[in-house]
Nanobody, 130 residues
Framework: QLHLVESGGDLVQPGGSLRLSCAAS????????MGWFRQAPGKEREGVAC????????DYISSVWGRFTISRDNAKDTVYLQMNNLKPEDTGVYYC???????????????????????WGQGTQVTVSS
């Protein structure tokens, strides 16, 4: 089981950028696909981006294509989410998560499904507002 701690959330103006980090502790980070999810006020949590264990394959929700980039550093047990050109609709609590038994690979679309993940962080708040 992995313990995950997110950081980097902040208040930013529309068009601005943030980089979120998720530090993992515990055994086996390098073997886990990782995902970033977000939950806006009054809405369900949704998958934003995911990355496989090697870092070679990624997937994104369509609304962040070309603006967000997920990456990982397996030497540091950390996954990142670079967010550029932020919009007010990107506001929410952002969570990172580590794959669980229901994850079947990015190519199946399972990387953006909440049920694919077992371990979750506590979240970091991102607010995009002028």
């Amino acid at each position: 089981q992995l313990h995950l701690v997110e950081s980097g959330g902040d208040l930013v103006q529309p068009g601005g950028s943030l980089r979120l980090s998720c530090a993992a502790s515990g055994l086996g980070f390098v073997y886990h696909a990782m995902g970033w999810f977000r939950q806006a006020p009054g809405k369900e949590r949704e998958g934003v981006a995911c990355i496989d264990s090697s870092g070679e394959r990624t997937d994104y929700i369509s609304s962040v294509w070309g603006r967000f980039t997920i990456s990982r550093d397996n030497a540091k047990d950390t996954v990142y989410l670079q967010m550029n050109n932020l919009k007010p609709e990107d506001t929410g609590v952002y969570y990172c998560a580590a794959e669980g038994a229901r994850y079947t690979g990015i190519h199946t679309g399972s990387g953006l499904r909440e049920t694919s993940y077992r371990d979750w962080g506590q979240g970091t708040q991102v607010t995009v507002s002028s």
